[in-house]
């Protein structure tokens, strides 16, 4: 467990307070895993708990959370909440501490509960166990236990309910059953594929952050077949997914990128997400650049077209940052630049910011499609002969390092 974790959890015990460690962190302990974060949920309001820690602030409006802050290190803490009202109505009492949207999606929720309330509040039975540091025991108030001894992810309560409620607890649904390699049991996964549609009302900026847990999590690949299978794809990316839908080459190119992406993943090493993007949606934007080409555009004005339109267009459902969207660009307008060995040209291409990227993205294109084998071969010589030059911050000259490693790419 986490050191700050256990500091958090014995400090609310001492403050006479009531403390469990909760969610996914008792889930990857007990599948021994390591877990990516430590999540506590009390009986402490958030103000409670930000005069016990100095270290803490409160974030959220739809969810109050405090987050407490260590050196390398968050503890976000809840506090037990209550079951969601029948009646939008019966909130009214609560001074408006939560509102129901009308397709029945929580909008805001800030009512106080029991423990045992809080745990049938959360999405799947295995992310509601707690594990008490007052005895060491694991409270299992819906059926956790089970369901990960029988591999199965399990909704709490009605899933058609939940998932009008919160529709990315369809998504996780699906990155739960491929990173964990469960199965989603029929009458969830039967929901999922009925109700696919309401992911139009999640926050677009929430989508975005869900989507490099998808691409992130080491098992991408498994992910992917998850969203296939219950057909997210569609809703998230509706039309890159209608494009691989209609030549089986396409899907293949996803699914290499996808298990490179594991591969780096479970190295260790970490792909920011304007790199993620362009290798994703790689081929679908040479695709719309060679149209726009065809069509008239010049090579530089057709990149930028395509990849704007695309990721600005996919915004409406998942709200890819404006400096990503740039990036992204770069990345597919340099890859023209590939093709100029002659003069200074490459010297300068490959001092230049955004070499590395394009040029990654070049690499596994190549190896993906076995093209440009000689240029591949012309470019890593380069780069092995050319040092990078780095401008002091106080533009006092330059200064040269060793070039820095690409990315593995099998």
């Given at each position: 467990m986490s050191s700050a974790a256990v500091k958090v959890l014995y400090r609310l015990k001492d403050e006479g307070y009531t403390g469990y460690l909760a969610g996914g962190g008792v889930r990857d302990l007990l599948l021994n895993r390591n877990p990516k974060d430590f999540d506590v949920a009390t009986d402490a309001t958030p103000e409670q708990i930000r005069k016990i820690f100095k270290n803490c602030r409160l974030i959220g409006r739809r969810?109050?959370?405090?987050?407490?802050?260590?050196?390398?290190?968050?503890i976000e803490t809840s506090t037990f909440r209550a079951p969601v009202p029948e009646d939008p109505e019966d909130t009214l009492h609560c001074e408006n501490t939560m509102r129901v949207g009308e397709t029945g999606?929580?909008?805001?929720d800030n009512i106080f509960g029991t423990p045992e309330e809080d745990a049938m509040r959360r999405d799947f039975t295995i992310n509601a166990l707690f594990y008490n540091i007052a005895d060491f025991s694991v409270i299992d108030y819906a059926g956790g236990l089970q369901d990960l001894e029988d591999k199965i992810i399990r909704v709490i309560g009605d899933p058609d309910k939940r998932?009008?409620?919160?529709?990315?607890?369809?998504i996780r649904a699906a990155r739960f059953a491929g990173t964990l390699g469960f199965e989603i049991?029929?009458?969830a996964l039967d929901s999922i594929c009925r109700n696919n549609n309401l992911l139009a009302d999640a926050a677009p900026s929430r989508m975005y952050e869900e989507v490099?847990?998808?691409f992130f999590c080491g098992h991408a690949k498994g992910v992917f077949q998850w969203l296939e299978k219950t057909d997210l794809l569609h809703p998230m990316f509706h039309d890159f997914s209608h494009w691989i839908d209609e030549d089986k080459k396409r899907h293949d190119w996803v699914i290499q990128t996808l298990e490179q992406m594991d591969r780096w993943r479970q190295a260790g090493l970490r792909v920011h997400p304007a790199l993620l993007f362009a290798l994703i949606f790689g081929e679908y934007h040479e695709y719309l650049i060679q149209q726009l080409i065809e069509g008239g555009q010049s090579p530089h004005d057709a990149a930028r077209i395509a990849v704007q339109g695309h990721l600005k267009g996919m915004c409406e459902n998942v709200r890819v940052p404006k400096t990503v969207i740039y990036q992204v660009c770069d990345i597919m307008d340099h890859q023209r630049r590939f093709e100029r060995t002659q003069g200074r040209r490459p010297q300068r291409f490959i001092q230049s910011r955004g070499f590395l990227d394009?040029?990654?993205?070049?690499?596994?294109?190549?190896?993906?499609h076995d093209r440009n084998?000689?240029?591949l071969e012309f470019w890593t010589d380069l780069r092995k002969k050319t040092p990078q030059k780095i401008v002091s911050k106080k533009g006092r000259g330059t200064r040269k390092k060793a070039t820095k490693p690409d990315l593995p790419i099998e």
């Open positions: 969810f109050r959370l405090a987050h407490i802050l260590f050196r390398g290190e968050i999606m929580v909008m805001r998932f009008a409620e919160d529709p990315v607890r369809m049991e029929k009458k490099q847990k998808l394009a040029f990654l993205y070049f690499k596994f294109s190549a190896k993906a084998i000689e240029l």
